[in-house]
C-alpha cells in the first residue's frame, strides 16, 4: 500500500523531488501586479489593490462587505470583537482546527469550549453541539448561559475543516433557539459552497486567510466577510486604527488596531482571485484521482458532503488506527512525499486543557487517524 501511494503520487506530479503538501501556483498576473505598486511606491497600506481584492472577494462570496486584513488570525479577531465577544465570554468550537481558531478568542479574554465534531463534515457536529447545551446550558433574558459558570456562552465558532463545509443550517437553526452569534471561520474554505451560499457567509460573520498555503495567497493577508453593512464599516475603521477620515489631522476615536493588509500583498491576492477556477477545478481532478485510489481500500478518502461543494483545500484521508497512521507518516515522508497528521487536538495543548468540553469521541479517533496528503493543484 504505502510503495504504490508513493509512485502514484509520484506519477500525478510527474517528479522525482520533494512533492509539498501545498503549495502556492503563480500562473497569472502575480508578477505584473506587485510590480505595479513597487513602480508606484504604493507597496503599504494605502493603494488600490487593497479595494480590488477587497471587491473581487465581495462578487465572488456574494459577502455583504468585505474587509481586507493582514492575516485570517486578526481577521477572526476583529469580527469577533465586532460581535461583542469580551472577557469572560464563552464560544463553542471545535477542537479539530489550527490554533488560530482558539488563539482569537483569547486575544480577547473569551475562552472556548469544545464539542465533537462530525465524523462526516469534520466541523462542529449539530448533535453534539444540541446534546451538550441541553445537559450544560439554558437561555434566560434572551442569554445563553452556562450552568455550572454562570457565563454567558454567546456564539458558536464553526471551521469548514480542510475546506468541507460544516453543517450549517442545522447548526443556524440551534444557535437561534438557544440565542448564539454564528462566526465563521472559513480560512480554509475560499471557493466552498453550503447549498450554493459560500462558506463565512452563512452565520453572522465569517473570515477567510490568504496565507502562503491556503488555496489562494496574497503572502499573508486575510479578509473579513461581513453580512451587514454596518459590521463592515467597524470592521475597516477598527482595523485602520480608529482614525476617523480627515485631510491631514489624526484624530482615533477609539482603540483600534494597525491590520491593514498592505497593497503588495494585496496585489498578489488579485492575481490569484483571477485563476480561483482554474484552481478549484484541478483540486476536485486531483481529489477525483486520490478518490479512485483509495476505493476498495482501507482507507476512506474523505469526500465533500452531499449538501455541499468543497474547495479540496487539503485532502484527507482517514486510516484504520493510529499506528497505521504513524507507519504512513514516516514511510511517505522520508520518501520526501510530504503528509501531515492533523493538528493536535486543540484540548491536548496546555493553554487549552483546562478548557470547558463535551464529549470528544469523534474527535479523538479522526485527530489520530488523519493524514493530509499532497494537494498543491497539478498544472
Ligand atoms: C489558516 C487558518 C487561520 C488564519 O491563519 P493566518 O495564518 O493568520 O492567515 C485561521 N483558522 C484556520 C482554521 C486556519 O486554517
Avoid at 111 to 118: A, T
Wanted: glycine fraction near 6%; hydrophobic fraction near 35%.
Amino acid at each position: 500500500m504505502f510503495d504504490k501511494f508513493i509512485s502514484y503520487v509520484r506519477d500525478i506530479y510527474s517528479s522525482k523531488d520533494a512533492i509539498p503538501l501545498h503549495e502556492p501556483t503563480f500562473i497569472g498576473n502575480e508578477f505584473k501586479y506587485v510590480n505595479d505598486t513597487i513602480k508606484s511606491t504604493y507597496v503599504s497600506s494605502i493603494g488600490e489593490y487593497v479595494q480590488t481584492f477587497e471587491n473581487l472577494i465581495e462578487k465572488y462570496t456574494s459577502a455583504t462587505k468585505a474587509v481586507a486584513t493582514v492575516n485570517g488570525t486578526t481577521a477572526l479577531q476583529v469580527a469577533l470583537k465586532i460581535s461583542g465577544i469580551k472577557t469572560g465570554d464563552l464560544v463553542i468550537t471545535q477542537p479539530l482546527t489550527f490554533i488560530a481558531t482558539c488563539n482569537a478568542l483569547h486575544y480577547l479574554g473569551a475562552s472556548p469550549i469544545f464539542v465533537d465534531i462530525s465524523d462526516k463534515s469534520l466541523s462542529l457536529c449539530p448533535k453534539a453541539l444540541e446534546k451538550y447545551l441541553d445537559q450544560n446550558a439554558l437561555v434566560s433574558n434572551s442569554k445563553c448561559i452556562h450552568k455550572k459558570t454562570k457565563k454567558q456562552i454567546k456564539a458558536i465558532l464553526p471551521m469548514h475543516t480542510y475546506g468541507h463545509p460544516a453543517q450549517m443550517e442545522e447548526l443556524v437553526a440551534i444557535a437561534g433557539k438557544w440565542k448564539l452569534i454564528i462566526i465563521e471561520d472559513a480560512a480554509e474554505s475560499l471557493g466552498s459552497f453550503y447549498k450554493g451560499k459560500h462558506t463565512g457567509t452563512l452565520g453572522d460573520i465569517g473570515i477567510l486567510s490568504f496565507n502562503g498555503n491556503k488555496i489562494i495567497t496574497s503572502g499573508g493577508g486575510g479578509m473579513i466577510l461581513c453580512n451587514k453593512d454596518e459590521d463592515g464599516v467597524k470592521a475597516k475603521h477598527l482595523t485602520t486604527t480608529a482614525k476617523v477620515p480627515h485631510e491631514y489631522e489624526f484624530f482615533h476615536d477609539e482603540h483600534g488596531f494597525n491590520y491593514r493588509l498592505p497593497n503588495i500583498n494585496a496585489a498578489l491576492g488579485c492575481a490569484q482571485m483571477e485563476n480561483i477556477e482554474k484552481f478549484l477545478g484541478r483540486k476536485r481532478s486531483l481529489a477525483a484521482k486520490y478518490e479512485s485510489f483509495f476505493k476498495n481500500s482501507e482507507i476512506r478518502f474523505v469526500k465533500e458532503p452531499d449538501y455541499g461543494q468543497s474547495n479540496y483545500w487539503l485532502n484527507c484521508i482517514i486510516v484504520p488506527d493510529k499506528k497505521f497512521r504513524d507507519e504512513f507518516l514516516k514511510k511517505t515522508n522520508y520518501e520526501k512525499i510530504i503528509t501531515r497528521p492533523a493538528w493536535t487536538l486543540m484540548h491536548h495543548l496546555p493553554m487549552y486543557k483546562n478548557c470547558l468540553k463535551g464529549s470528544l469521541k469523534v474527535s479523538e479517533k479522526i485527530g489520530s487517524t488523519l493524514i493530509n496528503i499532497p494537494s498543491t493543484p497539478v498544472i
